[in-house]
């Protein structure tokens, strides 16, 4: 570096003193802010080193590629055969020194620069250098130089990591003093006043989006603003045309900017021509709400604070967000939901949700046009045609009772027997009676003895008639069957030796295949149910069986069920059905009621029940 006699080209082929670039150079490399302008004054030195050198490139991996950050001569231009050698000591991962075989006095000499086992740039320079010696000396002015690019990428990620932690920090010190805070309006003032400290901003305000636009909540370092005033209808028109557009919109724009900044320019030239910011955040898809910086043309923040200003809106936006929805009353909320269906409805995207909903609208539709049977569902109960009671004939003692509720008796079959030992010795007595006055009656007879012939004959006649009705007395202590029926009610097998009076009720039977239905229609359904209509009855015992039935009846009768009432009507079951069933089974009847549209049978009960609430609170 301090031989005077080595050589540095100024353009391609014309030489320059060593020592004027290296004042220059040196000068450039120590007074530059930007990694590339430190770069390409290496590379210069570098380049200036080698005195036959007549190109140079940088290449270094930053965003995930490798590519040229920094070229000698500073004009961009380089040759198809430098960057050959470049890739190919990238591809080989070792420093290579290659002939160009079009010109075989030059050569092309790649450097790798590492960092930890990785490689984080490349050095070429093309020279034309034929000795070997040479070559390698090149090379090792290459690998010793080669620390100054990997200190300059170690303190760039170092100085890129904490422009990210500052920016972090800012955003959770906003974050950190909303969360303090109660309430939308106290918590989005203190974030945006600390915010405005910390970036040096000249004003910061916070707006939501809703279907009319943009909404000014909050403006740093002022609690109250009037929406009326010029400056706070050009703030709002800032973040309608970045929420708009998606995107954030700068003013001044920059140059071959394509995003429109008309009403953000607006907003900087009434600050003199300071920086503004309008940043938008999304929630759901969507732009949600809009930050907007505003800087003095003197105070101009820093590119790694501009660029803050979108992690900011993305970590502390939807924080405000979520406590501007908090804040909204029940009935907002709701309508706020609604509409954001709707949009996705009619709005792009949602395929599936559009999908649903047409299909949606296309049963309601069935349902609405399409007619059925319409049938008014009850409770019913079996019950027999015609209950018969059967009551004791006589005082007497039970002896004997064989059938029990629930089973079937034939005609002549012995329901009780009551004691009749006390019948049976009278009529015996009787008995005896009658022929020891047969006999002296037969005594008269022979004796002419007129007085005595009638008086014996009324005593034979006493006789008989005591005979006749011990008899009768004997026989109803026997209770028999009058016709085939079955047992309703009665058990009277724990009860023998039990005394009974003449009257008593001893059983309830019920002729077999006669059989009634007793249905609970609710009162919300009488009016639907006409006499001869008829239905199906399905039994809780015998659930695979329809039964047929017609209603017979529709009494004004009324009984309370589960709180609500419900009317009686009764049925006959048809003949056919009626072998397998029994008095007393339960099940629910469906009474034909004629056709009505299906979507006006699943909503009726919801609304009359409308109806009536709306009738009972009207005025």
Known sequence: MTDEKAKGPTNIGEPAPVAYL??????????????????????????????????????????????????????????RFLMETVNEALSQRIDIIRENKTAPDTVGIARLVRQDARIIAVVGIEVAERSERARQDVLRRLQW???????????RVGQSDEHAIERLTLALEAIAVAGEQTGLRAASVAALTSLCVQTRAARISFGVRGARGCKLLAVSNTTRFDRRVELVRTIVEAMDEAADQGTEVTAPPSAGDAVVSTKASVLSDA????????????????????????????????????????????LLGPILDDRYREDQWLVTRLFAILWRWLARAVGPGY??????????????????????????????????????????????????????????????????????VEFQLELYAWTARKLQY?????????????????????????AEAQIALNQTRVDLT????????????????????????????????????????ELEVPEGDVLFVDERAGGTLVLTSLPDARLALMVTNVTP?????????????????????????????EGIAKIDAGEARLIWIWTRQLTDWLHLFWWRWVP
């Open 22 to 79: 290296d004042s220059a150079l040196w000068r450039r490399l120590l007074e530059s802010s930007g990694d590339d302008a430190v770069l390409s004054s290496w590379l210069a030195l570098q380049c200036a080193q080698a005195g036959s050198a007549t190109r140079g490139v940088l290449v270094t991996r930053r965003t995930g590629s490798f590519r040229p950050v920094a070229f000698w001569p500073e004009d961009g231009a380089t040759s």
């Open 145 to 155: 130089g080669s620390a100054w690019v990997e200190v300059f990428e170690r303190r």
């Open 271 to 314: 600050r003199g021509g300071g920086l503004v910011i309008a940043q938008p955040f999304v929630r759901n898809g969507r732009p949600a709400g809009v930050f907007v910086f505003e800087w003095l043309k003197e105070e101009a923040p820093p590119d790694h604070l501009r660029s803050a200003v979108a992690d900011i809106a993305a």
């Open 351 to 420: 395929l599936g949700l559009k999908a649903s909903l047409l299909a949606l609208a296309a049963i309601v539709t069935f349902f609405a046009v399409y007619k059925t049977d319409f049938r008014v569902t009850a409770d019913a109960r079996l019950r027999g045609a015609v209950e018969r009671v059967v009551m004791a004939p006589i005082d007497g003692y039970i002896l004997e009772a064989a059938p029990r509720a629930g089973e079937t008796v034939a005609t002549g079959d012995m329901l009780v027997r009551l004691d009749d």
């Open 438 to 462: 047969e006999t002296e009656y037969a005594q008269a007879l022979a004796a002419f003895d007129r007085a005595g012939i009638n008086i014996l004959r009324a005593r034979i006649a006493e």
């Open 478 to 517: 026997r209770v028999t069957a009058p016709f085939d029926a079955v047992v309703v009610s009665g058990d009277l097998s724990q009860s023998l030796g039990q005394s009974v009076q003449r009257g008593d009720e001893l059983y309830r039977i019920a002729p077999l295949n006669t059989y009634l239905v």
């Open 557 to 585: 009768v009324t009984v309370a069920k589960d709180g609500k009432n419900h009317f009686l009507v009764e049925a006959s079951l048809a003949p056919d059905g009626a072998g397998a069933v029994a008095p007393g089974m």
